[in-house]
């Protein structure tokens, strides 16, 4: 079942990028011929009016087919279809109808973003956190999640208690709790592994009773205080509609640069190369999403939505930003350019492009090869 959600979360940011291409198109006026997921051969389409829809063999991807994308073609079409050719129609309709694909995108993955961090779902938060720390999604909790062996705390407190009071005072918060314990001090200077001078006293929730506690915390160099040795539990930070907005473009902005850095990062280094994927490793990352849980599932499926407006906007065709790169250049030279220059000058791009995907295509073989 996880792998039939998988599919078909993957299946719908492809029909939703081309259908946001498809619906602009015809709204400009714009002839489309084919609307196709996946990429030939064909194994089944059906027609409706002048647009053929169909679904082919080659999971891939999906295309938008509309007449006169190549501007060589035009002088070979009928007069009454040239109108509504792709390259007889202004440069800011085509800009327009291009740009349709990745807005699309990047509005599934903020509508996805905030609809996990107005929810309040703590996985979802926690993948979000993860993407970007520098954006606050989740908070910790007076409650012990982890105590860790061989400290402190590992003789008193136990996973799930509730920390109500420290040394006299109501717990309010994680933060005042960690305060309280860096302020004991060990009898003589504070180096790494010394006991405090004076206990901690805990007042802890456990199993709906109230249990006084009290531990020495030692001195961690490595950490540059006090500590008990325990985790704090976790919990979703609560979210306004306007800051969940606001906190979603945030984490758009984050993933963006990430990604681009990443891409970058891909040409120069190994250990980056060996962490490209392709298809195949996408697939499998968000079929593990879907395991995991739906705030989780949610949160991927928003960062591939999001990778793919990112890089669908490199200006190199037949990639969006391509398209939008010549039509930005034709209208400012105030001619056509031609279909063997735009690739010409795109090869570049199309061999790093190249170069990426037959990469991430290797690291995923050689993973699922063991």
């Not at 295309?63 to 070979?76: A, D, F, Q, S």
């Not at 939505?305 to 400012?332: M, Q, R």
Request: charged share 15%; with cysteine.
């Amino acid at each position: 079942m996880s792998w039939l959600l998988t599919i078909l979360g993957i299946v719908l940011l492809i029909v939703l990028h081309e259908l946001g291409h498809f619906t602009v198109a015809k709204a400009v006026g714009m002839r489309v011929e084919r609307f196709s997921l996946f990429f030939p051969p064909k194994l089944v389409s059906v027609r409706r009016g002048e647009t053929e829809y169909m679904i082919g063999a080659i999971p891939a991807g999906g295309y938008v087919k509309i007449t006169g994308m190549n501007p060589e073609e035009l002088g070979e079409l009928d007069p009454a279809v040239t109108r509504r050719a792709y390259y007889a129609q202004a440069p800011w309709k085509r800009i327009v109808v291009i740009l349709a694909g990745p807005a699309v995108n990047l509005l599934i993955a903020f509508a996805l973003f905030w609809g996990v961090l107005l929810a309040g779902d703590l996985n979802g938060a926690e993948t979000l956190a993860n993407l970007r720390p520098s954006t606050q999604t989740v908070v910790a909790t007076n409650t012990v999640h982890a105590v860790q062996r061989g400290e402190p705390a590992a003789a008193a407190l136990r996973s799930g208690d509730r920390i109500v009071a420290i040394d006299g005072q109501t717990a309010r918060s994680a933060e005042a709790i960690r305060d309280a314990i860096a302020s004991h001090r060990c009898f003589g200077p504070q180096i790494d592994g010394c006991r405090a001078a004076t206990p901690v006293s805990l007042a802890v929730q456990r199993s709906g009773r109230e249990a006084r506690l009290e531990i020495r915390p030692r001195y961690s160099k490595a950490l540059g205080r006090m500590e008990l040795g325990f985790e704090f539990g976790l919990q979703a930070k609560r979210f306004g509609a306007l800051s969940a907005a606001g906190a979603a473009l945030g984490e758009m902005w984050g993933v963006t640069a990430q990604t681009l850095t990443s891409l970058g990062h891909a040409f120069t280094s190994e250990r980056v190369r060996h962490e490209v994927h392709s298809i195949v490793g996408i697939t499998e990352i968000a079929h593990e999403s879907v395991a995991a849980g739906a705030g989780y599932a949610l949160v991927v499926l928003g960062f591939i939505s999001l990778v793919l407006a990112v890089i669908n906007l490199f200006p190199f065709l037949p990639l969006d930003g391509g398209h939008v790169l010549w039509s930005l250049a034709e209208k400012v030279r105030g001619q056509r350019i031609s279909l063997a220059s735009m690739y010409r000058f795109s090869s570049v791009g199309i061999i790093l492009l190249l170069f990426l995907v037959l990469n991430g295509l290797s690291n995923d073989i050689s993973r699922l090869a063991g």
